[in-house]
Each structure stands twice: as C-alpha cells, then as structure tokens.
C-alpha cells in the first residue's frame, strides 16, 4: 500500500465560522428565531420526504448498476448542506438568516 492510499480521505466537511459578533437580543429572544425559521422547517420536511425517495432509488440504481447517480448524490448534498445551515441558525451557532438553497 503506498503512501496515499494509506491516508484517508474526507469528502464531506462541515465547517462553521467563528462569529466576531452574537447578537444578545436574538439569543434572548429565541422564540423568534423558532418562528423565522418556520417556513425553512415546512420546506425542509417536504424536502426529507423526498430525499428518501430519492436514497431508494439511489438504492436501486446502485444495485443495478454499481454506481451511485450523480444527480441523486447532488440532490441529498443539497438538502444535508440546508439542513446544516437552518440546524446552526436555530442553535445559535449563527445570527444569519440561512438562504433559501442548497447552494455552497
């Protein structure tokens, strides 16, 4: 086994900025951050319920085909990637509002 091989490899990184600044009123007043974050929870749902969908026919497409399709995997990236913003939002780890994507 050389070198390389021997290193694992981490494909998914979940990083979180330090804030300079947390804002004292925000964090006293969660409720309010519990009802910003409603329509981010709805929309989350409807998107877990697809994204299992989406992991058997993954399931299938591997069984099939020994390869997970690309688009499927980019989908679940997407829906992890939101869930982890609105996650961090409503654990106080971040003041901003996440964005309405799944986008980098």
């Known amino acids: ?3 390389a091989q021997a290193q694992p490899t981490k494909p998914v990184v979940l990083e979180i900025q330090y804030p300079d600044k ?3 009123v925000l964090n006293f007043l969660i ?3 519990m009802i910003l974050a409603i329509p981010h929870l709805v929309i989350l749902y409807v998107y877990a319920i697809a994204y299992v969908v989406t992991l058997i026919i993954a399931w299938v ?3 099939i085909t020994g390869r997970y399709p690309r688009g499927l995997f980019d989908f679940g990236v997407k829906y992890m990637r939101w869930q982890a913003r609105v996650s961090s939002y409503l654990m106080m780890l971040r ?3 996440p964005p309405f994507n799944g986008n980098p």
């Open 1 to 3: 086994m050389t070198q």
């Open 22 to 24: 947390v804002s004292r």
């Open 31 to 33: 409720f309010i951050k």
């Open 61 to 63: 497409a591997i069984l």
């Open 95 to 97: 003041d901003e509002y």
